[in-house]
């Protein structure tokens, strides 16, 4: 089904207070337009086709961030931007991993500290946004995935010990700059990949990333237009 929404900007101010934890602009969600009105896919549950917006990115003139929001407006469809750096996640400790496990086992999956994890599973597309750091990610971007890897919403077990995806994601889009050449996969973006699809059951991954905007003489601008060449087409 397909309906017709005309606005051109939305903020969520539901969705920025049913997160816990978090400063006052990490999350909001906007619908990125490029005419008046937009259509809008409306899922079989009959609410809003959402992406998820993982910005893991750092500093202020971030060229990962400027890739991540060219994908952004090429698939032109609304997302809820998360900000990581802006996000305060609390400690896991052995006070709250009991906590957790108490909570999963009264069932209360609504508890306000799965509401990272629920957000996750709910949203229609991931897109995260993180620059290579150290052969990886920053580790918010870890601290993210610790509130989010929860038995019984993000994934389950089966009696065998397999995990088994509970997101309704089909696809992720990985977006990252590295600032060398030298880029193994394994540690950054390969952990994602395997993350995505053993636990989660997103199939689909997608990397998108510049390499080499450090190197001395680089033409940094042609790399990264280069870079959304690939993305648009
Ligand atoms: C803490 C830190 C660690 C980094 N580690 C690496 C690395 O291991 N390999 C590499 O090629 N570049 C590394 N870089 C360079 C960044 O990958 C590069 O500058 C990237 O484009 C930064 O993304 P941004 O512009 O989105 O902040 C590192 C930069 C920082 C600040």
Known sequence: MR?????????????????????????????????NAANFDFNQKGSFIMNLYIDACVRKNSRTRRLAEYLLNTLNAPYIRLRLEECIFPEVDEEFLEKRNRLLREGDF????????????????????????????????????????????????????????????????YVTTAGGEFVPEQYGFGYIKALAQSFY????????????????????EKILRDCEEKIGR
């Not at 918010?140 to 397999?162: A, W």
């Not at 059951?201 to 033409?219: M, N, R």
């Open 201 to 220: 059951h997103i199939k689909d991954i997608e990397l998108i990333k510049a390499t080499g905007l450090d190197i001395e003489g680089a033409s940094v």
């Open 3 to 35: 309906n017709m929404i005309s606005c051109n900007r939305l903020y969520c101010e539901t969705d920025r207070n049913a997160l816990p934890f978090i400063g006052k602009k990490s999350t909001e969600t906007i619908c990125s337009m490029r005419d």
């Open 110 to 173: 609504e508890n306000p500290i799965f509401a990272y994890a629920r957000q996750f599973a709910q949203a229609d597309e991931i897109i995260i946004a993180a620059p290579f750091w150290d052969l990886s990610f920053p580790a918010v971007l870890k601290s993210y995935l610790e509130q989010i890897n929860v038995v019984g919403i993000t994934f389950r077990y089966t009696p065998e010990g397999i995990p088994e995806g509970l997101c309704r994601a089909k696809r992720l889009y």
